[in-house]
């Protein structure tokens, strides 16, 4: 397992290091002036040059990374223009807020998805998993942005059950943690769905029938035991990418997220802003990769650390 976890630590700093590059060829290739960002449309000419100057981007682009990369070695990715701190600080202040929006949309895909999943395994064909395939096709092409808007128009505008923003009390995570689970629901019934057919018909399923072991308590006891490995796969991929994905939902929401904050960040070109929340996205998908590793190892013994 030791080593299991070095060679997981090691891809993990290469995904990073790729991040960081990526992002930071990215945020200075994107035509605008922070110095004019800064200090407005009718600074002069010295003081444009004295901003660039204190920020390093007067500096040839491979010393501003290299400069750069020897920072972030050292745990400091500079200070945000804008709001005036460190830029890590600023991300990891809004983490929180951004974690609570992508568990509640996991829990409302889980809860939703698995129960839906395992009534179309014991009913294939029937009316509900007709409705569930569709749902499932039409979620997945529904643009979320969209799907926020329309729910926002409807329970907040017209029937005014629920807030449409981040200051209409605590529940106002609803609409925003509905709109990131809703396409991924019937994705998820269709894959506990398909699991539970092609569990159905093993030998252990056909043992514990023979014994007179009741339908239920063999799908819902056995099948889904069985199961569990690619679900729990599954739902770490979908929690990172809840993660990645609340960047749009946030800004419709007014949710005050990573999302939120890495799009204003791009907008003013406040740099260390933009990476820090970037780098913060991609440890946390790779650090729930490597928990599903571990817990793929620990659901099913016959994986070994050198396979999984």
């Known amino acids: 397992m030791g080593r299991f976890l070095l060679r997981r630590a090691g891809q993990a700093l290469v995904v990073a290091w790729g991040a960081i590059t990526v992002v930071f060829l990215v945020v200075r290739v994107v035509p605008g ?6 200090l407005g449309p009718d600074a002069g000419p010295a003081q444009l040059a004295s901003v660039r100057a204190d920020f390093g981007l007067d500096e040839p682009l491979w010393r501003q990374y290299i400069a750069h990369m020897g920072e972030i070695l050292r745990g400091d990715f500079g200070d945000s223009w804008r709001l005036g701190g460190g830029a890590m600080g600023a991300v990891l202040d809004r983490f929180p807020a951004t974690l609570t ?6 829990v409302i895909t889980l809860a939703v998805g698995y129960p839906l999943g395992m009534l179309c395994a014991r009913r294939p064909g029937k009316i509900l998993d007709l409705l569930v395939s569709t749902g499932s096709l039409v979620g997945q092409a529904v643009p979320s942005f969209w799907l926020g808007i329309v729910l926002i128009l409807l329970f907040a505008r017209q029937l005014n059950w629920l807030p449409s923003t981040a200051g209409g009390g605590p529940e106002a995570v609803i609409l925003p943690s509905v709109t990131l689970a809703l396409p991924f629901v019937g994705w998820l019934a269709r894959l506990v769905r398909n699991g539970a057919l092609e569990e159905s018909g093993k030998d252990y399923v056909r043992t514990a029938r023979a014994k007179g072991t009741g339908e239920g308590a063999v799908m819902y006891v056995h099948v889904a035991r069985n199961i569990a490995l690619p679900v729990v796969t599954v739902l770490g991929l979908l929690m990172g990418n809840f993660i990645a994905n609340a960047v749009i939902i946030e800004v ?13 960040a791009i907008t003013n070109r406040d740099y260390a802003v933009v990476e820090a929340a970037i780098v913060t996205i991609t440890v946390s998908y790779i650090a729930l990769n490597l928990l599903v590793d571990v817990l793929c190892v620990a659901l ?4 070994t650390p050198e396979n999984a």
């Open 252 to 264: 419709v929401f007014s949710w005050p997220g990573i999302g939120s904050l890495m799009v204003d």
């Open 33 to 38: 002036d922070p110095a004019t960002l800064i």
């Open 300 to 303: 099913d013994p016959r994986l």
């Open 101 to 106: 929006l992508a568990a509640l949309a996991l």
